[in-house]
């Protein structure tokens, strides 16, 4: 979304420019067509110039909610990669059946952990696991209110591209329309 960001960005400046330099083409066109339009253009105040940005276009900012959610996201890589299950060796063998047979014994104690230690250890195990998954969803959720944001200011530079895009074109046929008559 960034890098499509930029480009629609880079597509507005080369569409202003296309505009500006047709109003040039119209002062020019008017001082040929006649003397009239040549005084005209003389006293008349020529359009503001923009400056040529250094180094080509300047640089694509995404919206600010999207970035944090990107550091956030590229903080904790190493820490889900580290931890996530299909990246690393669990040792589960035994574990289930442990599981199952230590909580039918233990089931009559409600307690916030079983007093029995290997399940007392599965159930934190379980806890944790849950944690982490918690922390992921809370990441991705970040990250897609943050793209909803970057797809709602995109959505506006599209509107407003396309109306300055649909301007451009008649101004182009009108234009050329003049030069045909010339």
């Given at each position: 979304l960034?890098?499509?960001?930029?480009?629609?960005?880079?597509?507005?400046?080369?569409?202003?420019?296309?505009?500006?330099?047709?109003?040039?083409?119209?002062?020019?066109?008017n001082?040929?067509k006649s003397?009239?339009?040549?005084?005209?253009?003389?006293?008349?105040?020529?359009?503001?110039?923009?400056?040529?940005?250094?180094?080509?276009?300047?640089?694509?900012?995404a919206?600010?909610?999207?970035?944090?959610?990107m550091?956030s996201?590229?903080?904790?890589?190493?820490?889900?990669?580290?931890?996530?299950?299909?990246?690393?060796?669990?040792?589960?063998?035994?574990?289930?059946?442990?599981?199952?047979?230590?909580?039918?014994?233990?089931?009559?104690?409600?307690?916030?952990?079983?007093?029995?230690?290997?399940?007392?250890?599965?159930?934190?195990?379980?806890?944790?696991?849950?944690?982490?998954?918690?922390?992921?969803?809370?990441?991705?959720?970040?990250l897609?209110?943050?793209?909803?944001?970057?797809?709602?200011?995109?959505?506006?530079?599209?509107?407003?591209?396309?109306?300055?895009?649909?301007?451009l074109?008649?101004?182009?046929?009108?234009?050329?329309?003049?030069?045909?008559?010339?």
């Open positions: 960034v890098r499509q960001g930029e480009a629609l960005k880079r597509t507005e400046q080369m569409v202003d420019k296309m505009d500006q330099d047709l109003k040039t083409s119209q002062r020019h066109i001082s040929i003397v009239w339009g040549g005084l005209v253009n003389y006293f008349k105040a020529k359009p503001p110039e923009t400056k040529p940005e250094q180094n080509g276009t300047p640089e694509y900012y919206n600010s909610r999207l970035k944090e959610a550091m996201s590229k903080e904790q890589e190493s820490k889900y990669q580290e931890s996530h299950p299909n990246l690393r060796k669990l040792d589960n063998s035994g574990l289930l059946t442990l599981f199952y047979t230590e909580y039918l014994v233990s089931s009559v104690q409600r307690d916030s952990y079983p007093k029995n230690q290997h399940l007392r250890a599965y159930h934190q195990k379980i806890d944790n696991n849950l944690d982490e998954m918690s922390s992921g969803l809370s990441r991705l959720k970040n897609a209110l943050g793209l909803q944001t970057e797809i709602d200011e995109q959505d506006d530079m599209l509107d407003r591209l396309t109306k300055k895009v649909e301007t074109d008649v101004n182009i046929k009108s234009t050329d329309k003049k030069v045909r008559q010339l």
